[in-house]
């Protein structure tokens, strides 16, 4: 089946850079998503990348390697309101299209 | 616009109980999906729905039921309820599975406590 590797935690100072990876099985791979949910909060999505390279948005920038399967998300000029559990999804079609989640990473923002 | 709404918010039953939850996506959304959130863990898929079909599920036992309505709502069933079964209940709604950007529209869940 699917499964994607993300470290467990990540903390950073406000201001700086942090990079969050995330390596995924090629099963049926069809794109790698990153979502961001505060404690208590409903996951939002951040980005989404299908084709090899970097998509940016703002301050938060993903990018992908199929040939390595493997992706990342970062952010740049940290806030304190930049402090969740960051998650890299799967997008996958097998029997069907389903999006896979990892664990998550949790970020600490620290002042 | 109205978001992707769920029902109730909270859920308290006991073991071998029935829950049902509900889900209505975003206007426009055919596809709905159902995931579970222990505490503090990864979001788990249970289920996905698009134009009233089941189209695929995850890795959770037959006792783990839903369905999804003409108008595109739709409701998780959970049977014989056991204490692992306590969690947070995401559903997200797209637009269906081969066209869409991979975005995902979650509503806040349904907590569901097991006792």
Known sequence: GQSLEQPSEVTAVEGAIVQINCTYQTSGFYGLSWYQQHDGGAPTFLSYNALDGLEETGRFSSFLSRSDSYGYLLLQELQMKDSASYFCAQKALTGGFKTIFGAGTRLFVKA | ?115
């Open chain 2, 1 to 115: 616009e109205a978001g992707v709404t769920q029902s109730p918010t909270h859920l308290i039953k006991t073991r071998g109980q029935q829950a049902t939850l509900r889900c209505s996506p975003i206007s426009g959304h055919t596809s709905v999906y159902w995931y579970q959130q222990a505490l503090g863990l990864g979001l788990q898929f249970l289920l996905w729905y698009d134009e009233g079909e089941e189209r695929n599920r995850g890795n959770f036992p037959p006792r783990f039921s839903g369905r999804q309505f003409p108008n595109y709502s739709s409701e998780l069933n959970v049977n014989a309820l056991e204490l692992e079964d306590s969690a947070l209940y995401l559903c997200a709604s797209s637009f269906t599975g081969t066209v869409n950007t991979g975005e995902l529209f979650f509503g806040e869940g349904s907590r569901l406590t097991v006792l």
